[in-house]
T-cell receptor, first 114, second 114 residues
C-alpha cells in the first residue's frame, strides 16, 4: 500500500542551528500535508500545513517545502531552541477506499544539544 | 485554553475489565477521531464520527467501540482489554472531513493493563 515515510528516525542539532526534517510520500494524489510536533506525554500539536498547489509555506521559525515531482516534504526549523526537542510527524491527507484520511509518517525524533 | 480534553490522563485497568476513555471538545467540530499510539510509533486511526455517523477502520478489533452522545463528547470503550491494548489513546477533531482540514489533538490517555 502507499505510505508516508521519513528518511531519518533521529536527528541531533546544536542549539541555534537550523534543522531540516524530511518526509517521503508515495501517493501522488495526496492534496494536503501537515507537520505535527509531539512532545513527551502530549498529543500531536499542529505546526504548519501546505496544500498541493503550493511548494512553500512559512510560519514563525518554520518553513515547509513540498516537492511534488519527487514526492518529498520537508520541515525546516530556524534557530532551534531546547523547546523544539520532540518527535515530528508528517501526515498526508489521502483518499482511502473513498474516504479522506490522514496518514502519518513514522516520525523523527529531534534532539537539541546545548 | 484546552480545546480537546481527554480524561483521565492515565488509566490503569485489569486484564479483561472493561474501560471507558472520554474526550470532549470546545471547537464545535463535526468530526471526532480516536487513535491508538504505541511507543515510538505513529498514531493509528481506530475510527471516527462524522456528526452521528460512525466509521470504523477495517482493521480495528471488535473489542474497541465508540459512542458519541452529542457534538461535544466522544467515548472509547474497550470491552475486554488485553495486554496488547496498552497504549496512548488520542482523540482528535476536525471541522469537517476532507482535504485542507487539520486535526486537533488532545493530550491523550495513557492506558496500562495489569
Amino acid at each position: 500500500g502507499e505510505s508516508v515515510g521519513l528518511h531519518l528516525p533521529t536527528l541531533s542539532v546544536q542549539e541555534g542551528d537550523n534543522s531540516i526534517i524530511n518526509c517521503a510520500y508515495s501517493n501522488s494524489a495526496s492534496d494536503y500535508f501537515i507537520w505535527y510536533k509531539q512532545e513527551s506525554g502530549k498529543g500531536p500539536q499542529f505546526i504548519i500545513d501546505i496544500r498541493s498547489n503550493m511548494d512553500k509555506r512559512q510560519g514563525q521559525r518554520v518553513t515547509v517545502l513540498l516537492n511534488k515531482t519527487v514526492k518529498h516534504l520537508s520541515l525546516q526549523i530556524a534557530a532551534t531552541q531546547p523547546g523544539d526537542s520532540a518527535v515530528y510527524f508528517c501526515a498526508e491527507n489521502m483518499a482511502v477506499q473513498g474516504a479522506q484520511k490522514l496518514v502519518f509518517g513514522q516520525g523523527t525524533r529531534l534532539t537539541i544539544n546545548p | 485554553d484546552a480545546m480537546v480534553i481527554q480524561n483521565p490522563r492515565y488509566q490503569v485497568t485489569q486484564f479483561g475489565k472493561p474501560v471507558t476513555l472520554s474526550c470532549s471538545q470546545t471547537l464545535n467540530h463535526n468530526v471526532m477521531y480516536w487513535y491508538q499510539q504505541k511507543s515510538s510509533q505513529a498514531p493509528k486511526l481506530l475510527f471516527h464520527y462524522y456528526d452521528k455517523d460512525f466509521n470504523n477502520e477495517a482493521d480495528t478489533p471488535d473489542n474497541f467501540q465508540s459512542r458519541r452522545p452529542n457534538t461535544s463528547f466522544c467515548f472509547l470503550d474497550i470491552r475486554s482489554p488485553g495486554l496488547g491494548d496498552a497504549a496512548m489513546y488520542l482523540c482528535a477533531t476536525s471541522l469537517r472531513l476532507g482535504g485542507g482540514q487539520p486535526q486537533h489533538f488532545g493530550d491523550g490517555t495513557r492506558l496500562s493493563i495489569l
